[in-house]
């Protein structure tokens, strides 16, 4: 493996690998996550779990790559700094209406992402310092 790819391309696998199963939870529990998010009508994990599994798809494959392209790993930290700061966004607005588990799954949920975030921030700095 490319050394000073190898941080990146690792976040990368655990972070689509990881994206894809929560994706599968939200689409195979779909109804009971509707009910611990205020009862909110259940194609909205359903349509979460469907993004989710695409998306880690995508990040799994980019994580393959010998050498993964920059301007797509730039995106990637960028979608998930986006989902972190998403998170505490309706955590906070929607505090009172969701169910302590539903709370302590989306924080748990977006805490990985922040260390996904983290280690693919350091990935990227550590290519562009060791390329450049």
Known sequence: MNQPYS?????????????GATGVICLILADY????YGNLPSIY???L????VLFGGF???????????LTISHIIFYMDVVW???TIGLL????E?????GFAFASAVGLAVLGFAIFEFKGIRNIETQTN
Do not use: M, Q
């Open 45 to 47: 994990p359903a349509l």
């Open 97 to 101: 209406n969701i169910h302590i588990f």
């Open 7 to 19: 941080l990146l391309k690792n976040t990368f696998l655990i972070n689509g690998f990881l994206s």
């Open 33 to 36: 996550l509707s009910t611990l």
């Open 92 to 95: 906070s607005a929607f505090f």
């Open 59 to 69: 990040v799994f494959f980019i994580g393959k790559k010998e050498k993964p392209n």
């Open 49 to 52: 779990g469907g993004g989710l």
């Open 84 to 86: 972190v700061l998403g």
